[in-house]
C-alpha cells in the first residue's frame, strides 16, 4: 500500500537512516562517511526534509541529557546536504513541542 503522504515516507527514511548509524558518541571517519552516503540516498534529494530533521533533532534535543546525539544527528545533515536555512524555523518549532511536552509530563521546559 503507497504512503498518502510521500514526505512522511521519506522523513521516515531519514530518520531510520539516522537511527541505524548514531549508536556511539563518535563515529569513525569510514562510519560517518557511510551515514552521510546512507542520509544522501534516504533523502532522495529532498534537502528540505534534511533540514527539517536536523532543526528538529537540535530543538528537540538540546535539553536532553544525551544532546550531544542530537547535535551529531544534525551535523550529519548538514554534511548530507540539508537546507540549512530551514533548521532555525524547525528548531524553534521542535523546541516548543517539546516544551508543550515535558509541561503535559510535569518535567522542568527546556532552558
Wanted: net charge neutral.
Amino acid at each position: 500500500m503507497a504512503c498518502p503522504d510521500p514526505d512522511h515516507a521519506v522523513t521516515v527514511q531519514i530518520a531510520l537512516a539516522t537511527a541505524r548509524h548514531i549508536q556511539g558518541w563518535q563515529l569513525t571517519a569510514q562510519q560517518e562517511a557511510a551515514a552521510i552516503a546512507d542520509l544522501r540516498q534516504a533523502a532522495g534529494g529532498r534537502a528540505d526534509l534534511l533540514g527539517e530533521h536536523a532543526g528538529v533533532a537540535l530543538g528537540f534535543g538540546e535539553s536532553r541529557h544525551d544532546a550531544a546525539r542530537y547535535r551529531q544527528i544534525a551535523r550529519l545533515c548538514i554534511a548530507a546536504g540539508a537546507d540549512t536555512a530551514l533548521m532555525d524555523r524547525w528548531t524553534k518549532i521542535a523546541r516548543q513541542r517539546a516544551s508543550i511536552t515535558a509541561a503535559t509530563e510535569g518535567i522542568p521546559p527546556p532552558a
